[in-house]
């Protein structure tokens, strides 16, 4: 017999069918690879996702912070439910009233503030093991955009990178669990990542699924020492429409608990965003200029679904 360890409530969640069998080959960008540049750039065109191994980032750091986060989400409901104002959430997602069979815990990188309020929910060694490995991911981040900056021939090499490395880079973290069910659930709903890029890392539970360019559902079979890689809105407006910011959803597999951890590496408030000019030769911009808190405002009030980008395209 399975023993589930949460409650399981399937009200207002339909059943939901995933694209099982359908597995398209994802792109694997091998970082110690001297092409690994090109293969970068390649995937963003074609996929706008891809899975990078000899990443650098020490495992050792990634299974500590995943065991705490699994001892968290182990707590009863009402112990939980106490961290909502560090970020904690159950099923609820956004704003506007969406759902997803997943419990998570979502804040900004900047963590100093938060961690010293939320003690005696969240212990100094979560906190201590959380900047770790935020600061491991940023830097694969950051050496993943610095490559696809070369690969481009955009000028300064850290053009990109610099959105996240500085001080006031806007960028967050979120832990989502999604419990083991006794059938597949929509975990997390169809959606693409607002921000520059995102990097996931999930336990050995499959149910990440991209979109393909015609269309088509793909699932991503797990692999707990890689990392995956999205392209997000403001990429796809920067390369004008070059690279393709990717819907992703999560259906879960039934009986497994999953546990993914994303970075969404974002700009500063105040960045002005565009198409870069060395990219455009002679073409035209297919967008209108933004910056990062307007997007970001205009994003965080819609449904998880809804197309934002198409707030700022010029008509
Ligand atoms: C999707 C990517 C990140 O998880 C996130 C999400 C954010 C949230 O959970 O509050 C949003 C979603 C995400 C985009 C549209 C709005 C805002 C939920 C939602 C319905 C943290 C982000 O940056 O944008």
Redesign the pocket.
């Known amino acids: 017999m399975v023993v589930l360890s949460q409650p399981v409530e399937h009200v207002n969640f339909p059943a939901i069918k995933s694209c099982n069998g359908n597995s398209t080959h994802i792109p694997v960008v091998d970082l110690s690879n001297p092409d690994a540049k090109t293969q970068i750039v390649n995937a963003c065109q074609e996929f706008g996702f891809f899975k990078v191994i000899n990443h650098g980032v020490p495992m050792e750091i990634v299974t500590k912070l995943e065991a705490q986060a699994l001892s968290f989400f182990k707590q009863p409901q009402n112990h939980k439910n106490k961290a909502a104002p560090f970020g904690y959430g159950n099923k609820n997602?956004?704003?506007?009233g969406?759902t997803g069979w997943v419990e998570y815990l979502?804040f900004g990188t900047d963590t100093q503030l938060i961690s010293q309020n939320s003690l005696t929910i969240l212990p100094n060694d979560f906190w201590a093991m959380v900047n770790k490995y935020l600061s491991a991911v940023k830097n694969l981040a950051c050496e993943i955009l610095k490559l696809m900056a070369e690969e481009l021939n955009l000028q300064p090499k850290n053009v990109l990178s610099r959105l996240l490395s500085d001080k006031k880079s806007d960028s967050?973290f979120?832990i989502n669990h999604y419990p083991a069910s006794d059938r597949n659930e929509l975990g997390f709903g169809e959606?693409t990542?607002?921000?520059i890029i995102?990097v996931i890392r999930s336990n050995n539970a499959s149910g990440l699924e991209i979109a393909l360019k015609d269309g088509t559902w793909t699932q991503v079979p797990a692999d707990p020492s890689s990392f995956f890689i999205t392209v997000d809105d403001c990429l796809q407006v920067m390369t004008n429409g070059r690279f393709r910011s990717v819907k992703h959803r999560v259906i879960t597999e039934s009986l497994k608990e999953r546990l993914s951890m994303?970075y969404?590496g974002g700009p500063p408030l105040s960045e002005k965003i565009a198409p870069s000019t060395s990219l455009m030769q002679g073409e035209e911009s297919l967008y209108k200029e933004f910056t990062w808190g307007e997007y970001k405002k205009a994003?965080?009030n819609?449904?998880?679904a809804?197309n934002?980008i198409s707030f700022f395209e010029k008509s």
Do not use: C, E, M
Not at 93 to 96: A, E, L
């Open positions: 997602i956004g704003r506007k969406d979502l967050f979120r959606h990542d607002p921000q995102s994303i969404f994003a965080f819609t449904k998880l809804f934002r």
